[in-house]
């Protein structure tokens, strides 16, 4: 629909692996979301090997949000955040966010995904928890 629909308002058609269900607005370990002191209300809070896939159904715009690692990763962890279009093994990659260490910057992500039906999100690392902040579609009227 016209708007901004947040991902963890709506369930995801598949995942990767039983072992890291994404959490929705809240950090994997069941805080507030928390990238470097900035706390989100919406989101959500993965670890290391997840990966997620949504049905935009084509009716999508922009997908945004924020990455960045957990403050509760260990310390010297590093991540990498990636929105795969369809799944991990036919899709192309449209966003990578590139290593990220604990402590870093978080990133911005404003990509367009008009027309794209399915989208993933996949987070990697070595025991990292990672977070998807305000992670949301956007619709325009078509």
Same mark, same amino acid.
């Given at each position: $629909?016209?708007?901004? +629909?947040?991902?963890? /308002?709506?369930? @995801?058609?598949?995942?990767?692996?039983?072992?890291? &269900?994404?959490?929705?607005?809240?950090?994997? *370990?069941?805080?507030? #979301?928390?990238? *470097?002191?900035?706390?989100?209300?919406?989101?959500?809070?993965?670890?290391?090997?997840? !990966? %997620?896939? @949504?049905?935009? *159904?084509? $009716?999508?715009?922009?997908?945004?949000?924020?990455?960045?690692? /957990?403050?509760?990763?260990?310390? =010297?962890?590093?991540?990498?955040?990636? #929105?795969?279009?369809?799944?991990? %093994?036919?899709? $192309?990659?449209?966003? &990578?966010?590139?290593?990220?260490?604990?402590?870093?910057?978080? $990133?911005?992500?404003?990509?367009?995904?008009?027309?794209? /039906?399915?989208? =993933? !999100?996949? %987070? +990697?690392?070595?025991?990292? !928890?990672?977070?998807?902040?305000?992670?949301?579609?956007?619709?325009?009227?078509?």
């Amino acid at each position: $629909k016209a708007g901004t +629909t947040y991902l963890s /308002d709506i369930y @995801y058609i598949m995942k990767k692996d039983r072992s890291a &269900d994404p959490v929705m607005d809240k950090s994997y *370990n069941g805080k507030k #979301i928390t990238i *470097n002191g900035k706390i989100y209300e919406k989101g959500i809070g993965c670890k290391n090997g997840s !990966l %997620f896939m @949504y049905k935009l *159904n084509g $009716k999508a715009d922009r997908l945004q949000a924020v990455v960045g690692l /957990d403050e509760a990763s260990p310390d =010297s962890t590093s991540g990498r955040f990636r #929105i795969l279009v369809e799944d991990f %093994f036919g899709g $192309k990659t449209i966003y &990578d966010s590139g290593k990220m260490d604990k402590g870093d910057e978080e $990133k911005v992500i404003d990509i367009d995904v008009s027309n794209l /039906d399915l989208i =993933s !999100l996949e %987070f +990697t690392g070595k025991n990292a !928890l990672g977070n998807w902040a305000d992670v949301k579609a956007v619709a325009h009227d078509k």
